[in-house]
């Protein structure tokens, strides 16, 4: 499939803010204006949609959902889509999603990770348009750690040039700020040591090819279905696919990538990153041996405790990018380029 990236932003683009899955509760506007005003000072406008309500799991129905993330996708004049976070049942968007209208629009980027792998992976699968899976908008007022970028770098950076990045060799440990007593918080606590580990054996990785992938929770459920058909969208090239798991236990994890293995999800995988993960061993088994005991088979490399997953500081990966990913006892990098 041909890659069609949106062109850089640049300061006076519009980007709009809705929720394709759940929306802001009251406590938390103050995070969400907090949010706002630093894209703002960046140089862009912000449009903040009618999908934005947190009094339940959904921000609206899905019909609502959807139809406002058309029109943004669809609209010439908004650049860039980027929800407050997550959720938990965006797949409801899927069918009602006009992906011919999205093709046919200009490219446009959408940014999101967790329940957004729900719909940014299929955008990319089914369109061609690259998306970014990359820290939401209620993290973007954190300042971002020395070798990672933030979303808004990469949605601005130039098409064709490579850009790296390296794990600083902190995480944290614990949770979410309180950002409901303060809304402002700009510095991330990094209070915990870790680098990539390679789970498949010993010895040197240097290895390119397109990225793909997401949430493993909410992607396994795609499985199968024309959503996430990477295959036809690997075509001839290899693929980078990265994982990554919320909360479930390992049992769960496990099957759940052996399902995705199964439905063929890993088949054109080069190698498979994984991201660094806050979720639950089992009694008799790790989160890392659950990815090995499922993927192990493919016979590629596998590097755990990647920043692309729910625990903070986070690495923003491109899904469509060519990327190429080194790790060594010495360096450990990700080049990307938007062609």
């Given at each position: 499939m041909?890659?069609r ?9 519009r980007?709009?803010v ?6 802001v509760?009251?406590?938390l506007r103050?995070?969400?204006d907090a ?9 862009y406008?912000v449009?903040v949609g009618?999908?934005?309500?947190g ?10 959902r ?8 669809t ?10 976070w ?12 006009d992906?011919?209208a999205?093709?046919?629009a200009?490219?446009?980027?959408v ?5 957004m792998?729900?719909?940014?992976t ?17 993290d ?8 990672l970028?933030?979303w808004?770098?990469?949605?601005a950076?130039?098409q064709?040039?490579?850009f790296?990045?390296t ?8 949770g ?20 990539w ?5 010993a ?9 793909i ?8 459920n795609l499985?199968g ?7 036809r ?10 994982v990554?798991?919320?909360?479930d236990?390992?049992?769960?994890i ?16 080069a190698?498979v990153l994984v991201?660094?993960?806050h979720?639950p061993?089992?009694p008799?088994l ?17 590097v755990?405790?990647v920043?692309?997953g729910?625990?903070?500081?986070h690495?923003?990966?491109?899904n ?6 080194v790790h ?6 990700i ?5």
């Amino acid at each position: 499939m041909t890659i069609r990236c949106p062109r850089p932003l640049r300061p006076g683009d519009r980007i709009g803010v809705t929720s394709p899955s759940s929306g802001v509760a009251k406590e938390l506007r103050g995070r969400l204006d907090a949010a706002v005003r630093e894209i703002e000072s960046r140089g862009y406008e912000v449009v903040v949609g009618r999908c934005m309500d947190g009094s339940t799991h959904l921000s609206a129905p899905a019909t609502g959902r959807a139809a406002e993330l058309t029109e943004m996708l669809t609209d010439p004049a908004i650049r860039a889509v980027v929800p407050p976070w997550g959720g938990e049942t965006a797949i409801d968007l899927l069918p009602l999603l006009d992906f011919g209208a999205i093709r046919r629009a200009e490219p446009t980027w959408v940014v999101g990770y967790s329940d957004m792998s729900t719909v940014i992976t299929p955008l990319t699968l089914l369109t061609g348009v690259a998306t970014v899976h990359g820290n939401n908008l209620m993290d973007t007022p954190y300042r971002t750690p020395e070798g990672l970028l933030s979303w808004l770098d990469v949605v601005a950076a130039p098409q064709g040039e490579p850009f790296g990045q390296t794990p600083p060799g902190r995480y944290r440990s614990g949770g979410r700020d309180d950002w409901a007593a303060n809304p402002e918080v700009r510095d991330l606590t990094l209070d915990a040591e870790g680098r990539w580990t390679r789970l498949d054996g010993a010895g040197d990785v240097d290895v390119e090819g397109r990225l793909i992938g997401g949430c493993i929770e909410t992607l396994v459920n795609l499985a199968g279905t024309p959503y996430l058909d990477t295959s036809r969208f690997a075509g001839d090239e290899p693929l980078l696919l990265y994982v990554e798991a919320c909360e479930d236990n390992a049992f769960t994890i496990c099957r759940n990538l052996h399902g995705m293995r199964l439905a063929g999800f890993f088949d054109r995988a080069a190698a498979v990153l994984v991201g660094r993960t806050h979720a639950p061993d089992s009694p008799t088994l790790t989160q890392h041996e659950a990815v090995l005991d499922a993927l192990g088979p493919l016979g590629v490399p596998i590097v755990a405790d990647v920043e692309c997953g729910h625990v903070a500081p986070h690495l923003p990966l491109v899904n469509g990018a060519r990327g190429r990913v080194v790790h060594t006892a010495a360096r450990s990098e990700i080049v990307q380029t938007l062609v």
